[in-house]
C-alpha cells in the first residue's frame, strides 16, 4: 500500500459544483495533514492543513479528516475555472517526516 | 512571491557537466528542503537541513551534493548525471523541521532540470 494514496485524475467537475478530492494515508499515527495546490509549472502552495477529526473550513474551501478510516479529503465549493490545478495531499507521519501523494488533477468546466 | 527564490528557472546540461542549483529564503526559516518532482510521481523529499546542519538524505546518490552555508541560503551540487534525474528540484523551507503541530513548507518555483 502506497504511503499517500490519490486518484490521479483528471477530476472533471463543472464550474459552480462541488469538487471533492480524497486522500488516504497508511500511517495510524500521522499527526497532521495538508492540502497543497500546484499550477502547471508553479510550486507547490498551501491551502490547509488539519489535524483535529472533523471539518475545517475557510472560504470555499472545506478539509474534512477522519483519523479512524485514514482518509482525509478537500472540498471546493462553487468551483471556478482558476481552481483547476494539480491538488496535493501532504501527511506529516509520527517521525515527523512530511510524505506526498502524487497529487488529483483537476479541471473545472466552465 | 513564495518567499523562496530558486535560480536557475531552468537548466539544460549534458551528462559530463558540472552546475550548481541555488535557493534562498526571505522567510526567516530555519529548516531547508531538497524535493525532486517528477512525471507521474510524488514528490520525493531529498535532502533537509535544521539550522545549517544535515537531519535527513533520502538515500540520495553521490552525484547529487547539498550544501547550506546558512540558513538562508541552499545549494545543490550536481555532477555526472543521469537521463533520469531530468525533472523539477524544488526547494522549500519552513520554520523548523521537527515541527510541533503543524508547521508547513513553503516552496520555491524550481529549477526545471533536463540532462541531454
Known amino acids: 500500500q502506497k504511503e499517500v494514496e490519490q486518484n490521479s485524475g483528471p477530476l472533471s467537475v463543472p464550474e459552480g459544483a462541488i469538487a471533492s478530492l480524497n486522500c488516504t494515508y497508511s500511517d495510524r499515527g500521522s499527526q497532521s495533514f495538508f492540502w497543497y495546490r500546484q499550477y502547471s509549472g508553479k510550486s507547490p502552495e498551501l491551502i490547509m492543513f488539519?489535524?483535529?477529526?472533523g471539518d475545517k473550513e475557510d472560504g470555499r474551501f472545506t478539509a474534512q479528516l477522519n483519523k479512524a478510516s485514514q482518509y482525509v479529503s478537500l472540498l471546493i465549493r462553487d468551483s471556478q475555472p482558476s481552481d483547476s490545478a494539480t491538488y496535493l495531499c501532504a501527511v506529516r507521519r509520527r517521525d515527523d517526516k512530511i510524505i506526498f501523494g502524487k497529487g488529483t488533477r483537476l479541471h473545472i468546466l466552465p | 512571491e513564495t518567499g523562496v527564490t530558486q535560480t536557475p528557472r531552468h537548466l539544460v546540461m549534458g551528462m559530463t557537466n558540472k552546475k550548481s542549483l541555488k535557493c534562498e529564503q526571505h522567510?526567516?526559516?530555519?529548516?531547508m528542503y531538497w524535493y525532486k518532482q517528477s512525471a507521474k510521481k510524488p514528490l520525493e523529499l531529498m535532502f533537509v537541513?535544521?539550522?545549517?546542519?544535515?537531519?535527513e538524505n533520502n538515500s540520495v546518490p553521490s552525484r547529487f551534493s547539498p550544501e547550506c552555508p546558512n540558513s538562508s541560503h541552499l545549494f545543490l551540487h550536481l555532477h555526472t548525471l543521469q537521463p533520469e534525474d531530468s525533472a523539477l528540484y524544488l526547494c522549500?523551507?519552513?520554520?523548523?523541521?521537527?515541527?510541533?503541530?503543524?508547521?508547513?513548507?513553503?516552496f520555491g518555483d524550481g529549477t526545471r532540470l533536463s540532462i541531454l
Open positions: 488539519i489535524y483535529s477529526n
Open positions: 522549500a523551507s519552513s520554520p523548523t523541521d521537527r515541527g510541533r503541530g503543524n508547521q508547513p513548507q513553503h
Open positions: 522567510l526567516g526559516h530555519n529548516a
Open positions: 537541513y535544521n539550522f545549517k546542519e544535515q537531519t
